[in-house]
């Protein structure tokens, strides 16, 4: 048996027949509308940051182009490349983009916009953005794809197969919006449980990525030297990825801080404006 023939196509590094074209066709189809979403709000006045416009755009560019073009190298190596670039890296670019706000924004009042709040703050959506579920979805689907028999039976099973690509990349893109909560939902979680949630599930990845190194997944045969490089590219782009968003954390903490800072001061200006003129009065 060659290596190539324990693992699906997709996870061979190649498109996953219908879906990669349906999952490519959805990413264009984002881009081009986030684009207009943009044009349209600027049109009116509206202030919306240029390089949320590129950060969008470059996630969906990379998730159609994983879907349509065989990642490089050897069978396991290309199956990694594909899911570092669909379930971490673009998922990053696309939640910088802050889709949902945008969409908000450009959405006149009326049923739409109520309708699309209501979905974002109804409770199934704040127990999926929960952080601890939403890493317990990504990285618990990566352990089950790795260390059972569904990786190699994906290979056999095309619904299968189209099913694990659908679910790494929704839940990259959940767990990556859990984490960096830019745009509005119904529960705004704290820094401190984000952050940790980040480190474990930070940690859970690294030590799959490190048992990989040395066991290929159940019913798999890549060769050795295949399966350490695609072990090497998941742990150390993971440890890129897992930087990015930690990025997203501080940038936020140091935000904060600067608003606590000017709310203080401007206490502060507006105390000291209140005592000096009876202070004046009294040694009048």
């Not at 045969?221 to 090497?232: I, P, R, V």
Request: charged residues 10%; aromatic residues 6%; hydrophobic residues 55%.
């Amino acid at each position: 048996m060659s290596p190539a023939a324990s693992v699906p196509a997709a996870a061979a590094g190649h498109p996953a027949g219908v879906f990669g074209l349906a999952a490519a066709a959805v990413a264009l189809a984002a881009t081009a509308a986030y684009v207009l979403a943009a044009l349209r709000l600027r049109g009116r006045g509206d202030a919306w940051p240029w390089w949320r416009d590129a950060s969008f755009a470059a996630g969906c560019m990379a998730i159609a182009h994983a879907m349509l073009t065989p990642m490089p190298g050897e069978p396991f190596t290309a199956h990694m490349a594909h899911h570092v670039v669909t379930a971490m890296a673009a998922p990053v670019l696309v939640v910088l983009g802050r889709p949902l706000t945008l969409l908000l924004r450009s959405l006149p009042p009326g049923h739409a916009r109520r309708g699309l709040l209501a979905v974002a703050h109804s409770r199934p959506v704040a127990w999926l953005l929960f952080p601890p579920v939403a890493a317990l979805l990504d990285m618990g689907g990566l352990w089950l794809l790795h260390r059972s028999p569904v990786l190699a039976d994906a290979h056999h099973q095309p619904v299968l197969g189209a099913a694990v690509q659908a679910h790494l990349l929704a839940a990259g893109l959940l767990f990556t919006f859990s984490v960096c909560r830019l745009d509005p939902v119904r529960h705004r979680w704290g820094l401190a449980l984000r952050g940790a949630t980040l480190l474990v599930a930070g940690a859970a990845h690294a030590v799959l990525a490190k048992t990989l190194y040395a066991t290929p997944p159940p019913g798999t045969s890549f060769t050795a030297l295949d399966l350490q490089t695609g072990a090497q590219l998941m742990y150390y782009g993971g440890d890129l990825a897992e930087l990015a968003l930690a990025s997203v954390l501080a940038a936020e903490w140091y935000t904060r801080g600067g608003r606590a800072l000017r709310r203080a001061d401007s206490r502060g200006t507006t105390a000291t404006g209140r005592l000096e003129p009876a202070a004046g009065g009294a040694g009048a």
